[in-house]
């Protein structure tokens, strides 16, 4: 499956940004998709996930009821809602995409086998 990212930029911290994933090539309800972001200088680190049906969503503590995890899989995209955002939000965010992920690997970098690209995000002070 290939995965597009998008939707990143630049706001102003408490603001609010929007990030979709597109993907294409295979079936994409088949897929766990997760959000990953990684800083200059940083591994890259979890930020959510969500199952293939959307029905459970698992979040990084540090974003836990600021962001939203969610899809549609008739539209083929997983989608990241950040609100009140902080500067420490800054980073560039990756989606990715699993077949088989237990839910204690869901945070593991190593359980996604399909990346995107990468979008930018940056929220200034």
């Known amino acids: 499956v290939q995965l597009q990212a998008s939707g990143g930029g630049l706001v ?3 603001g609010s940004l ?6 294409s090539g295979r079936t994409f309800s088949n ?7 990684q800083a200059p200088g940083k591994e890259r680190e979890f930020v959510a996930a ?3 049906g959307g029905g459970s969503t698992y979040y990084a503590d540090s974003v836990k009821g600021r962001f939203t995890i969610s899809r ?7 989608y990241l809602q950040m609100n009140s955002l902080k500067p420490e939000d800054t980073a560039v965010y990756y989606c990715a995409a699993a077949v088989v992920v237990g839910i204690g690997t ?3 970098v190593r359980s996604y086998r399909y990346w995107g690209q990468g ?5 200034s002070s």
């Open 18 to 23: 929007r990030l979709s994933c597109a993907a």
């Open 106 to 108: 869901m945070s593991n």
């Open 119 to 123: 979008t930018q995000v940056t929220v």
């Open 31 to 37: 897929y766990v998709m997760g959000w990953f972001r």
């Open 50 to 52: 969500i199952n293939w």
């Open 72 to 78: 549609d899989n008739a539209k083929n995209t997983a």
């Open 12 to 14: 102003q911290a408490g």
